[in-house]
């Protein structure tokens, strides 16, 4: 696949993961967390340039960097996190301005990463790109579910009509 049609895939799965995030949405756990990051995973494992052949072991660094940054990114994005529990027992999620730090923090350390290599001379393709892409989705889901399994779910019970309005307070009179 051509570097063009990954940056178009990366550029499209950050913006529909990060949109989505940023709304309140309702946390499934029974469907398929981990599918998203090992298509993306696979995508990038296909391309055969993604190390650099003549910088082997300094190509391996760089990615060894960019997969560890993406999984830090991944855990402080999944625990800044909030998750609540709605009265009906479902679990919700939306990220906080915490979280926007933590992209900001991450972009900006794997743009340092992008410097670093291109100050070794590394030819650089967009397919390590995808795979921290896909690592930091795959730790952030995971955290997330792990996180909801230690909730309580259980819907609050019925409320009758009138418990909720406020009452005046009994004035004691001396």
Do not use: C
């Amino acid at each position: 696949m051509s570097g063009l049609v990954n940056a178009l895939v990366i550029v499209a799965v950050a913006a529909l993961v990060i949109v989505r995030q940023f709304r309140a949405s309702r946390v499934d756990t029974d469907r398929r967390w981990w599918l998203l990051p090992g298509i993306l995973a696979v995508m990038a494992l296909r391309e055969p340039d993604l190390l650099d052949g003549r910088h082997a072991t300094e190509s391996a660094l760089v990615l060894g960097a960019e997969l560890i940054v993406a999984l830090a990114m991944g855990a402080a994005w999944a625990w800044t996190t909030r998750v609540w529990v709605e009265p009906d027992g479902a679990v919700w999620s939306k990220s906080t301005t915490a979280s926007v730090a933590v992209w900001v923090a991450g972009i900006g350390l794997r743009a340092g990463l992008f410097g670093l290599g291109a100050l070794l001379g590394l030819q650089q393709d967009s397919a390590a790109l995808m795979l921290g892409l896909a690592a930091t989705l795959l730790v952030r889901s995971g955290i997330l579910r792990w996180r909801t399994q230690s909730l309580d779910r259980t819907p609050a019970q019925a409320t009758a009509y009138g418990d909720h309005v406020p009452r005046s307070p009994w004035k004691e009179r001396v």
